[in-house]
């Protein structure tokens, strides 16, 4: 129905516990989160506030000890481990901040990897990379190997790796955190180009400039706890988290 907005990735009431020892850390207490397609959206935090984890919980990459994510409305708990690999690998692009170039193959091969594992053909996968580089203006570098090119060059590769099999979701981890500052602008200007043409994207930073500069809302973490949620109205951010506790309440804390 048009003029409704759809609901691609949910987490409700999500807590994420680790056993060290005779303690329990709990890197991630009651979060709930909601990504709209064709949001730009931002996970923001200092060192230790649970991000990371929120990071892994949003791209279906963990389990929660309690509560429950779903993607286009289902619960991922009800899929087996395979089937979640094919459903996140087609729904969810994944850009790292070290890269996760595997330094043995070419930067054509690294872009072919996801495809092979969704199992497109050989041209196929040949093909499409080719696109995706010439995207990211790295066609002429596609024979070289990771460790031959810089890291705003293996930057790219990772965002081409990431469209490689036409995700609807691209999931970004401190993209610009190895990068220069002006590599980094180039970087994020890509990120918003890809979202102004139709890609949600989820964007995890400690950097509260970048959330702002690009994110539609942002999600502000803090000892594993949410703090509070903006969310842009015209140039500026309103907190909104005083609504979104209140819908919490009326679902029952689910």
Do not use: C
């Amino acid at each position: 129905m048009e003029g409704v907005e759809k609901e691609v990735i949910r987490l409700r009431n999500v807590s994420k516990h680790y056993p060290m020892g005779d303690s329990i850390v709990k890197a991630l207490n009651h979060l709930e989160l909601k990504v709209f397609e064709g949001e730009f959206v931002a996970i923001m935090g200092p060192s230790g506030s649970g991000k990371s984890t929120a990071m892994n919980l949003v791209g279906s990459l963990d389990m929660p000890t309690h509560g429950s994510i779903h993607l286009d409305g289902r619960d991922i708990s009800e899929l087996s481990e395979s089937d979640l690999a094919q459903v996140r690998g087609k729904k969810i692009g994944f850009i790292f901040q070290s890269f996760n170039l595997i330094p043995n193959l070419t930067v054509k091969e690294n872009v072919m990897l996801p495809m092979m594992f969704q199992g497109t053909s050989i041209g196929e996968r040949e093909d499409k990379a080719e696109e995706l580089l010439k995207l990211v203006e790295l066609y002429d570098r596609m024979d070289h190997y990771p460790g031959e090119i810089s890291g705003g060059q293996m930057q790219r590769v990772a965002i081409a790796r990431s469209l490689a099999n036409d995700p609807e979701v691209i999931l970004a981890d401190e993209p610009t955190g190895n990068l220069d500052t002006k590599t980094g602008t180039i970087v994020m200007d890509f990120l918003d180009k890809l979202n102004k043409e139709g890609k949600t994207v989820i964007m995890v930073t400690h950097d509260p400039d970048l959330a702002k500069d690009y994110a539609d809302v942002i999600y502000w973490l803090r000892d594993g706890g949410l703090e509070k949620v903006t969310k842009r109205v015209g140039k500026r951010f309103a907190d909104v988290t005083k609504k979104k506790k209140k819908e919490v309440k009326s679902n029952g804390g689910r």
